[in-house]
């Protein structure tokens, strides 16, 4: 079931306001995991028991996590980490790894039968599920006593499709609030979000989306016999929908949080008009990104302690992102991506003191290695860009770049674009940057 849906906009969401907004305040979680149970189950019940034993198990687990001593507390970590992140890979990664050690090393291992439809939401309540887990061990914050409250945060529907995910320390103080959650203010807002969710969902994004489909379906032009013109209009529309399709999703999302009385935070933030690849990430999905910052990059180092550290910790986030992007599928195409970026970030943070305008330059010059990386790959799948990674990784890399093609056309269009109206202005910044630095007033000063 999706929001957009008929059986969802005139039959499950009126009836579950209605039930959630007459039941008296102490039954408000009941009702929510309810509907959030019906929502779950809607397409079948075969991994009920799946979300049932991982509730279950990490509940018991912030529990004995709290009374825990010292020796076992080193044991807790690893447990959790095996079970759930074991959960995520077998379901959606488990054929694709599969896969890839049979080209790689031709070992002929069987895929497993997994079967095409996966877990509703399952990366979205794993992910929230460590950070419960990852803060209640860290101490931030207090485990849940009551297994219904954390059921409820678990699978909280209007966040199982497209997030956000939300950690367990922004919700808990609603969660047990359940006599003041409800405000008309909060529904008036959420309604409002849903609204302007769903019209960009279904009046722009399906319309935009129906242009690519027309391009490359079957009984569309097709890509063989597209024009180049064609194709750029194609991935310009195709761009547009991602955009308006998680736009949408995320204020749809957000919206039915309100109108429950819930805030949330905001997953998505106008991210076409950022000043960079890091920015546009950040706008995009923010939630995922803080998830990465939080549990991953932080622990790591983050950027403390001065410009070697700096540097260090910029490859070991460089690993973060390639798990980030393993999530896609494209950890082999990225890989040396990242470290082609790292090389240039690096040098940039080194000369970053001495000379803005090589900074600007190598910003320049970067982006564009990665605009004609990204372009021949798409282009010409079979031509090996990165020629000493060999036949093996190109043999790989045709897998991923079709997922690519498909996903992330939206980044390399963005930045194409944007570079083209701002890179005239970073030039004449460079060019008049230097007669400021070399004026008489200075010279006698020094």
Known sequence: MVFNSVVFLFCFLPLSLLLYYLVPGRAKNAVLLAESLLFYCWTGVAFLPLIAVLI????LWGLLTARARTTLRGLLPLAAVLVNLGVLVYFKYANFLIDTLNQ???LGI?????????????????FKIISYEADVYTGKIEPERNPLTFAVYVLFFPQLIVGPIVKYREMADQLHDSKNRCTM???????????FGLAKKVILADSIGALWTDIIGAGGVG????STPLAWLGILAYSLQLYFDFAGYSEMSNGLAALLGFDCPANFDLPYISGSITEFWRRWHITLSGWFRDYIYIPLGGNRCGKATTIRNMLRATQSKITVSSIHKLWLYLNSCSRMVSSILITSIIIKESSRNSTIIISIISKC??????????????????SSCGRTYDTVC??????FQKEHSTITVYYIIKETIVSANLIERTITHFPKRCTPARSAKV
């Open 56 to 59: 279950v198990f990490n509940y």
């Open 104 to 106: 790689i090393g031709h």
């Open 110 to 126: 069987a895929a497993l039968n997994i079967g095409t439809v996966l877990p509703l939401g399952i990366s979205y309540y794993i």
């Open 185 to 195: 203010e909060k529904a008036q807002r959420g309604a409002e979000l849903f609204v």
């Open 223 to 226: 890509l063989a016999n597209v």
């Open 369 to 386: 290695i990665i605009y004609i990386t990204i372009i021949s790959r798409i282009t010409d799948p079979s031509e090996n860009t990165f």
């Open 398 to 403: 045709k897998n991923s770049i079709l997922h």
